[in-house]
């Protein structure tokens, strides 16, 4: 059984860092990317950043050139770097992974919460 877990959320003032991890394991037998979603209260889940088997990466445009995405550990292991935080990137954060089944399988982590105080 695949399993993402994730660490590194907090609290945190404006203008702040906070690393996030998240570390796949299980039976996945490759995998195409891994990003990170956020929700915020009482909005839409969105798309903040992902990086592919390739190393290509995705950006959400209210976070580029702050946030950088990188992954290792044997491709395994996403981070999300979140530099110059605002009150506005309060949200639970949700690593995903795609994993090279066919059809893909898509697996979620348990999300962490990241607050910014203003």
């Known amino acids: 059984q695949v399993q993402l877990v994730e660490s590194g959320g907090g609290l945190v003032q404006a203008g702040g860092s906070l690393r996030l991890s998240c570390a796949a394991s299980?039976?996945?037998?490759?995998?195409?990317?891994m990003g990170w979603y956020r929700q915020a209260a009482g909005k839409q889940r969105e798309l903040v950043a992902r990086?592919?088997?390739?190393?290509?990466?995705n950006y959400a445009d209210s976070v580029k050139g702050r946030f950088a995405i990188g992954r290792d550990n044997a491709k395994n292991t996403v981070y999300l770097q979140m530099n110059s935080l605002k009150p506005e990137d309060t949200a639970v954060y949700y690593c995903?992974?795609?994993?090279?089944?066919?059809?893909?399988?898509?697996?979620w982590g348990q999300g962490t919460q990241v607050t910014v105080s203003s």
């Open positions: 990086i592919t088997s390739t190393s290509n990466t």
């Open positions: 299980g039976s996945i037998f490759s995998i195409s990317a």
């Open positions: 995903y992974t795609v994993g090279g089944t066919v059809p893909p399988s898509l697996y």
